[in-house]
T-cell receptor, first 113, second 113 residues
Framework: GDSVTQMEGPVTLSEEAFLTINCTYT??????LFWYVQYPGEGLQLLLK?????DKGSNKGFEATYRKETTSFHLEKGSVQVSDSAVYFC????????????FGKGTSLLVTP | DTAVSQTPKYLVTQMGNDKSIKCEQN?????MYWYKQDSKKFLKIMFS???????INETVPNRFSPKSPDKAHLNLHINSLELGDSAVYFC????????????FGQGTRLTVV
């Protein structure tokens, strides 16, 4: 079945550092890919998405590119802020799973001043 | 105007009790979901309904029973609660089309004592 693998956390960075969170997937067909963010004590919010190969999703300085050849959707940000501290989830959505989101295990990010 | 709202936000109950969590969405979506987030933050799909019909029923104990009275509501009833049911339960909704994102409620933190 489909699956998503994310890099293990926690990740600790200083403010203004460069962020990469790796995400790879296994899926049949043509899934859509997503990054969700969960701030402490809150629900999940969509950060960005890409629906086909070579699409780049971007939002709030975060970017990720749908790479079908490497089955990857790595999240990047050039300069993180303390307010980016949260848990980040990579996910895919595919017709063969009833369109339910299939999540990676999440990566906790802590940004220190 | 809350898009996906679930109640209650916190639920503390004793083992063996029966409890319900309610979810409502005002986005006009035709698909709704219940996810369980364990203590390690891992999110797993439990159920999915499309236009009031059950389309995903993952390996969940039959003590858990979803009910969808209309396509804007998806409630979760849990019988004979066990300690291992303690988790955060998230309701979500989306359009059926695979490229669209799911919107999540704020979560219900269930603690079984």
């Amino acid at each position: 079945g489909d699956s998503v693998t994310q890099m293990e956390g926690p990740v600790t960075l200083s403010e203004e550092a460069f962020l990469t969170i790796n995400c790879t997937y296994t899926a049949t067909g043509y899934p859509s890919l997503f990054w969700y963010v969960q701030y402490p004590g809150e629900g999940l919010q969509l950060l960005l998405k890409a629906t086909k190969a070579d699409d780049k999703g971007s939002n709030k300085g975060f970017e990720a590119t749908y790479r079908k050849e490497t089955t990857s959707f790595h999240l990047e940000k050039g300069s993180v802020q303390v307010s980016d501290s949260a848990v980040y989830f990579c996910a895919l959505r595919n017709s063969n799973s009833g369109y339910a989101l299939n999540f990676g295990k999440g990566t906790s990010l802590l940004v220190t001043p | 105007d809350t898009a996906v709202s679930q109640t209650p936000k916190y639920l503390v109950t004793q083992m063996g009790n029966d409890k319900s969590i309610k979810c409502e969405q005002n986005l006009g979506h035709d698909t709704m979901y219940w996810y369980k987030q364990d203590s390690k933050k891992f999110l797993k799909i439990m159920f999915s309904y499309n236009n009031k019909e059950l389309i995903i029923n993952e390996t969940v104990p039959n003590r858990f029973s979803p009910k969808s009275p209309d396509k804007a509501h998806l409630n979760l009833h849990i019988n004979s609660l066990e300690l291992g049911d303690s988790a955060v339960y998230f309701c979500a909704s989306s359009q059926t089309a695979g490229g669209t994102e799911a919107f999540f409620g704020q979560g219900t933190r269930l603690t079984v004592v």
